[in-house]
């Protein structure tokens, strides 16, 4: 134990308020206490707007609250600015004297992976008032718990400008992209155009039998809708052997494959697409083009698919699952302007992508030093 440092348990140095939800008939869009269910409108501390209103709140967080998320996912910390309605998945900790409100949410963050061991549940993890309650966090005396806050904040803002800038380069990326070529739903240069499906060779995903375990943990990557969040793929979360790929419909697929996820929650949201820098393998929720057009380079295509988002975005369905049907894709009308400035773009964007892998590497440092001093201060 440091020196001047105790630990006790939240419940001791908090007042816990564990969510309810309230009468549905009393949750609207206009009137009434902000209502917040869960962490859909989490940020990266402060909570975010919801739309939705509780006429009649059952359970209460008052301002400088610190949220934590008890129904899955759990072990989630925001801090709330105001008075708000909270339901079943959250509870609220209001802080007493001898602790701050940020040096709790960071407390509460260090927790995450405790409260996700001691979750219970079989369908819905969640984790009781007792398991809150008796959650051990240390507490330095108040000066040392403000210089922590001031060295952690300092870090995260790091953290912050750097995914901004990250940010700033997709938007630089698609920019360039108009500039050049115009909106391909209008094509105001009146290029020919022909459909995706006939300028691409469209593959499916699959899955190898989870009860075999030789298909498993091998080194061939198997990229699901989790590992879409970048525009280029070279890496999964999960990996599958060879014997794995042989006996099942999963399909290697070669170096400039472009992928879109066409089945799952997340296209409510954005549409992800990527393109491969290594051979891989998919999964069902995706899809693949291999382009099969000489006159058509991969980048170009890639950004001209994200140029159509929003209007694909409008044709997702939703019946066990959000889904598009391939065929809209398929009959996308991609204009086809001259190879060569298809090939001046792909250089502007492989320039700026240069840029964003030496940002990239230097949040990765940022973050590996914010990790080693929260597990300093809280493990």
């Avoid at 009434?32 to 269910?37: A, L, P, S, T």
């Avoid at 989630?76 to 105001?82: C, K, Q, S, V």
């Avoid at 140029?307 to 694909?312: E, G, I, R, T």
Wanted: hydrophobic share 35%.
């Amino acid at each position: 134990m440091k020196e001047n440092w105790t630990y006790k348990k939240l419940g001791e140095v908090c007042g816990i308020t564990m969510g309810q939800s309230p009468d549905s008939d009393s949750v609207n869009s206009l009137d009434g206490i902000e209502f917040h269910q869960g962490k859909t409108c989490f940020g990266e501390r402060l909570l975010g707007v919801s739309k939705f209103f509780a006429s009649k709140p059952s359970k209460i967080a008052e301002p400088n609250s610190v949220l934590l998320c008890v129904r899955a996912p759990v072990g989630y910390p925001n801090i709330t600015d105001r008075k708000i309605c909270i339901g079943r998945g959250l509870c609220a900790l209001s802080v007493k004297k001898e602790i701050n409100v940020p040096f709790l949410y960071y407390s509460l963050l260090s927790r995450q992976q405790y409260f996700e061991k001691n979750a219970t549940g079989s369908t819905f993890k969640a984790i009781s008032s007792k398991i809150v309650s008796n959650t051990l966090i240390p507490i330095p005396p108040m000066e040392e718990q403000e210089r922590i806050v001031a060295e952690l904040d300092l870090l995260q803002s790091v953290i912050d400008k750097k995914k901004a800038q990250l940010d700033e380069y997709d938007k630089l990326a698609q920019s360039i992209f108009y500039e050049m070529f115009g909106d391909p739903i209008d094509n105001p240069k009146k290029w020919e155009v022909k459909k995706l499906g006939k300028i691409t060779k469209s593959v499916g995903g699959g899955t190898p039998s989870k009860t075999v375990q030789q298909y498993w943990n091998g080194d061939v990557v198997w990229v699901s809708s989790k590992d879409m969040k970048t525009t280029y793929i070279s890496d999964s979360q999960i990996h599958i052997t060879q014997e794995g790929v042989e006996n099942s419909s999963a399909k290697l697929l070669p170096i400039g494959t472009i992928l879109i996820v066409n089945r799952s929650g997340i296209l409510k949201h954005t549409l992800p697409v990527a393109i491969t820098t290594r051979e891989v393998t998919i999964n069902q929720d995706i899809k693949a083009l291999v382009v099969n057009d000489e006159k058509v380079a991969n980048i170009y295509l890639l950004f001209c698919i994200k140029a159509f988002s929003n209007y694909l975005l409008s044709k997702v369905k939703t019946v066990t699952v959000d889904s598009i049907e391939f065929a809209i894709f398929k009959n996308l009308p991609i204009p086809l302007p001259p190879l060569s400035l298809q090939q001046s773009f792909a250089e502007k964007i492989e320039a700026i992508e240069h840029q964003k892998e030496l940002v990239k590497q230097s949040l990765n440092e940022v973050k590996t030093l914010f990790d080693s001093r929260m597990d300093y201060y809280f493990n």
